[in-house]
Nanobody, 123 residues
Framework: QVQLVESGGGLVQAGGSLRLSCAASGRTSRSYAMGWFRQAPGKEREFVAAISWSGGSTYYADSVKGRFTISRDNVKNTVYLQMNSLKPEDTAVYYC????????????????WGQGTQVTVSS
């Protein structure tokens, strides 16, 4: 079992920045790929970014490419999402997720999820 706890969400003006963190605990000795997803009210959960266990491969949704950066610190068992140039359409609950094996953008292929952290971007 892996437990994930997100933090760092909040209210920010358009054009601002936030850094989300996701702390993992439990069986973190295994090789887990990590992903960030988001869900806005009335919408389906969607892929934001993913990173391989080693950190050597990263993937982004087209909507955040060039603005968001995913990274990880395997010593601290923490994954980060640096979000710059935020837009009102980035408003959502952001979730981190973990899966055994390669990273993917598919919601259904992740094994563990955090409880989410709210990000609100005002115009």
């Amino acid at each position: 079992q892996v437990q994930l706890v997100e933090s760092g969400g909040g209210l920010v003006q358009a054009g601002g920045s936030l850094r989300l963190s996701c702390a993992a605990s439990g069986r973190t000795s295994r090789s887990y790929a990590m992903g960030w997803f988001r869900q806005a009210p009335g919408k389906e959960r969607e892929f934001v970014a993913a990173i391989s266990w080693s950190g050597g491969s990263t993937y982004y949704a087209d909507s955040v490419k060039g603005r968001f950066t995913i990274s990880r610190d395997n010593v601290k068992n923490t994954v980060y999402l640096q979000m710059n140039s935020l837009k009102p359409e980035d408003t959502a609950v952001y979730y981190c997720a973990a899966r055994r094996g390669p990273s993917t953008d598919s919601v259904g292929e992740y094994d563990y999820w955090g409880q989410g952290t709210q990000v609100t971007v005002s115009s």
